[in-house]
């Protein structure tokens, strides 16, 4: 999940985000794996334009013309958002938005909840966490180990040890 956090440090730009890709009410930002820090100018630094700034550096996305093109809109409409002249997104451009950016169309629009989309999952997944969860701590380890050797009794690559040597293959004759 991507946390906003607002910080008064020094502004660091690691993903070579293009300058104008923070301007208006921000200084800088610093984003590391989980969160981005926002040093703001103002008082009000989470208008609209700020949200989606901090969605596009979340992304990758250097540019309102790269944002413009995944979204396929024209590049006036995307400027016209970035530099405050709306407010407010009609519903079919903030669901776009909201799918491009994976961002929480709600946080885009009301700056309410988390800025991540939820994680959609399946049942199934929701009953296997749910079963872990109810496990004694000390069972869930040997849980675990259970489930790495039926994997590797099907020939498949554990996803919770992906970095474990595997094994040697045997020599056919």
Same mark, same amino acid.
């Given at each position: 999940?991507?946390?906003?956090?607002?910080?008064?440090?020094? +502004?660091?730009?690691?993903?070579? &985000?293009?300058?104008?890709?923070?301007?208006? *009410?921000?200084?800088?930002?610093?984003?590391?794996?989980?969160?981005?820090?926002?040093?703001?100018?103002? !008082?009000?630094?989470?208008?609209? =334009?700020?949200?989606?700034?901090?969605?596009?550096?979340? /992304?990758?996305?250097?540019? +309102?013309?790269? &944002? =413009?093109?995944?979204?396929?809109?024209?590049?006036?409409?995307?400027?016209? @958002? %970035?530099?405050?002249?709306?407010?407010?997104?009609? *519903?079919?451009?903030?669901?776009?938005?909201?799918?491009?950016?994976?961002?929480?169309?709600? @946080?885009?629009?009301?700056? !309410?909840?988390? *800025?991540? /989309?939820?994680?959609?999952?399946? %049942?199934?997944?929701? $009953?296997?966490?749910?079963?872990?969860?109810?496990?004694?701590? /000390?069972?869930?380890?040997? @849980?675990?180990?259970?489930?790495?050797?039926?994997?590797? =009794? =099907?020939?498949?690559?554990? $996803?919770?040890? +992906?970095?474990?040597?595997? +094994?040697?293959?045997?020599?056919?004759?």
């Amino acid at each position: 999940m991507l946390a906003i956090v607002h910080d008064g440090g020094l +502004p660091v730009n690691p993903t070579g &985000l293009h300058p104008t890709g923070l301007r208006g *009410p921000y200084s800088g930002f610093q984003m590391t794996k989980d969160s981005i820090k926002i040093k703001a100018k103002g !008082e009000d630094d989470m208008t609209l =334009a700020g949200r989606i700034r901090i969605g596009m550096a979340a /992304k990758g996305i250097k540019s +309102p013309a790269e &944002l =413009a093109g995944k979204m396929k809109l024209r590049r006036q409409t995307i400027h016209k @958002w %970035m530099s405050g002249q709306v407010e407010k997104l009609e *519903p079919e451009y903030l669901f776009r938005l909201s799918d491009v950016l994976e961002m929480s169309a709600r @946080w885009l629009a009301l700056k !309410e909840g988390a *800025p991540s /989309k939820p994680k959609e999952v399946s %049942m199934e997944y929701e $009953r296997v966490l749910d079963l872990y969860d109810a496990l004694p701590d /000390k069972v869930r380890d040997s @849980w675990i180990q259970s489930g790495d050797a039926l994997l590797t =009794a =099907a020939g498949e690559e554990s $996803r919770a040890q +992906p970095f474990r040597p595997k +094994p040697a293959a045997s020599a056919k004759r």
